[in-house]
């Protein structure tokens, strides 16, 4: 049998060769057209995720250097781990990290700007889950001006908060803010600057005795906060009845709050305020539920350094440093001697409406031994624990402070009423206001370390 094949005319194979091509450039047009489209979409995430991914210009395919904090060497975008031997192996990147900050850029070194466009970042009215405490603006605040100031570092920006890219991190997991009232407003800050991109039916809030649960249902994810001011099992620890002057902490029992803890993905600590009570602090060293209880005094310096060890070993063996990220937010200052800052003698944050402006303003209620106590414990640990430092910067805000615009507990007295300096409350923050810049900096230091 014989097969005849024909060969194509040259105009024949030339009309196919440009067909073809035709449908390359149209398939390589519509393929830069969606790049194209993405990288408006997502902006500078989309940069760096698909365009830096595996590119040696990465700073996370870089070797990181330590990052040496002033108040806490261990401050780290980094960690080291190593072989059965005990010798270092290798620096991994932090869980989460996507880029580092800019070389020599110290986030919480900077001043604050006024910023009508962009601050606040939602509305008081626009969050419901905002505890009655923190709504300055209902209970009579007559002024806004403390949510129009913008943190500002020296010589960097902060990234703006992308409420997008924290839920999709969070998705699957569970992120939870562990301490006192003050952790309490950060965490409320958190659930307001996400909530928003949640629909009403698709989300909820409980509280459990100490455990408050802020659920995203289509994430699949949780924020939640943990009523534990002294971090171990103390005799404060109930989360609405806790005014309690005779402070007693239980030594080595942080097993009693930490069973809540397991799981987390990203905790967020914080203890201070309570440790402040100018005298020694009493530890107890068997059980609070035994009917002779051995108490024993130790400074608060040496108190609060044995329970910052506590938690460092309690963080090692449940936390992966691979998959999950410990913070750790320093002093929440006060303002209640307006002396400090040039003030009247007598007044406090009452009627207070401006920023401090000198720089190297230092309150007396932030004791820098217990800097020092943060910094010698975490510069010694293996874990890595990423320090907030919100202190500084937060003293310079003595008008952000709730003052008298909150929800009184108990009835007023005359006295009271005719002297509101008495009664103003210079520890707690409004709602909208600082503790956003707070999360603004938590932010960076999980994506941008």
Known sequence: ??????????????????????????????????????????????????????????????????INESTCPSCLNSYSYTNSTGKEKNRAKLAFALWATKEGCDVFSGRWVKDELTRPLYRESECPYIVPQLTCQDHGRPDQDYQHWRWQPHGCDLPSFNATLMLETLRGKRMMFVGDSLNRGQYISMVCLLHRLIPENAKSMETFDALTVFTAKDYNTTIEFYWAPFLLKSNADNAVIHRITDRIVRKGSIDNHGQHWKGADILVFNTYLWWMTGQKMKILKGSFDDEKKEIVEMPTENAYRMVMKTMLRWVKLNMDPKKTRVFFTSMSPTHAKSIEWGGEPGKNCYNETTPIEDSNYWGSDC?????????????????????????????????AHTSIYKKQWNPLSPEQVANPVSYADCTHWCLPGLQDTWNELLFTKLFYP
């Open 1 to 66: 049998m014989r097969l005849t094949f024909s060969a194509s005319s040259p105009s024949s194979s030339l009309d196919l060769r440009k067909s073809r091509l035709s449908a390359y450039i149209f398939s390589l047009l519509a393929f830069a057209f969606i790049f194209f489209f993405a990288a408006i979409l997502y902006g500078e995430d989309f940069v760096y995720i698909f365009i830096l991914g595996n590119s040696e210009n990465n700073p996370l395919r870089q070797p990181i250097s330590t």
């Open 367 to 399: 004791d820098k031994r217990i800097m020092q106590v943060i910094g010698e414990v975490f510069g010694n640990s293996k874990f890595p624990i990423t320090f907030l430092n919100i202190t500084q910067l937060s003293s310079y805000r003595k008008d």
